[in-house]
T-cell receptor, first 115, second 114 residues
C-alpha cells in the first residue's frame, strides 16, 4: 500500500512561475524524502527532511513538513522547462514496522513546465 | 558514470517466457533494492538485499519471481512464466550502509509482456 498521497496529480505552469506540490501521509515518520523522475527514467533524490525540521532549502527547492497535519510540500521556484517531471514523496518503511528501510512512495505529481 | 546501471533497458517477451534483469549497484553500496512501477503509480517495493543476503520480500513478489545477489555486488531478478500483468518498469536502487535513507536509482528495465 502507498503511504503518501501527492496533490495535485498533475500541474501545468509557465516557465518562471512557482510550482507547489503537496504530500500527505498516514503514520508518524522520522523523515520524508522527495524524488524526481523524468519521463521513462529512474528516480533522482532531491531532498530529505527530518521530523524535527519544519523547512529545508536546496537551490530552487523548498520543502516544508507539518507533522501535526502529516503533510509536506515541495516548492520549486522560478521553474524551468527542465523541471518537467513527476515528483514523488517517499517515507521509510521502518517508520511503521518495516525492518529494512525500503521506501514507500506516493502516486506522484506530474509537473509540466511550458517554455 | 558510476551510478546504478540496469540491463537490459527494454525487454519485450511473449507470455509464458522467462526473463532475467540485471542490476549493478554503486560500488561499495551494500544495500540493494528492487521496485516495480506501473504507469501512473509510484514505485512499489519488491525485495531487498544487504550484501548477499535477501532480507525481505514483498507480498508482491510471487513464486514466479526470484532475485539473487550471489557475491554481494550485482543482482538479478528473474520472472518465470511471464504474464501480461508483469508488464512494468523494474527499478533497482542501492544505498550505502551509513546513509541508508537516501537511495540511488538506476534507469530501470521496461518489461512488456505480449
Amino acid at each position: 500500500s502507498q503511504q503518501g498521497e501527492e496533490d495535485p496529480q498533475a500541474l501545468s505552469i509557465q516557465e518562471g512561475e512557482n510550482a507547489t506540490m503537496n504530500c500527505s501521509y498516514k503514520t508518524s515518520i522520522n523523515n520524508l524524502q522527495w524524488y524526481r523522475q523524468n519521463s521513462g527514467r529512474g528516480l533522482v533524490h532531491l531532498i530529505l527532511i527530518r521530523s524535527n525540521e519544519r523547512e529545508k532549502h536546496s537551490g530552487r527547492l523548498r520543502v516544508t513538513l507539518d507533522t501535526s497535519k502529516k503533510s509536506s510540500s515541495l516548492l520549486i521556484t522560478a521553474s524551468r522547462a527542465a523541471d518537467t517531471a513527476s515528483y514523488f514523496c517517499a517515507t521509510d518503511a521502518r517508520d511503521y514496522g518495516g525492518s529494512q528501510g525500503n521506501l514507500i512512495f506516493g502516486k506522484g505529481t506530474k509537473l509540466s513546465v511550458k517554455p | 558514470d558510476t551510478g546504478v546501471s540496469q540491463n537490459p533497458r527494454h525487454k519485450i517477451t511473449k507470455r509464458g517466457q522467462n526473463v532475467t534483469f540485471r542490476c549493478d549497484p554503486i560500488s561499495e553500496h551494500n544495500r540493494l533494492y528492487w521496485y516495480r512501477q506501473t504507469l501512473g503509480q509510484g514505485p512499489e517495493f519488491l525485495t531487498y538485499f544487504q550484501n548477499e543476503a535477501q532480507l525481505e520480500k514483498s507480498r508482491l513478489l510471487s513464486d514466479r519471481f526470484s532475485a539473487e545477489r550471489p557475491k554481494g555486488s550485482f543482482s538479478t531478478l528473474e520472472i518465470q512464466r511471464t504474464e501480461q500483468g508483469d508488464s512494468a518498469m523494474y527499478l533497482c536502487a542501492s544505498s550505502p550502509y551509513r546513509d541508508s535513507h537516501t537511495q540511488y536509482f538506476g534507469p530501470g528495465t521496461r518489461l512488456t509482456v505480449l
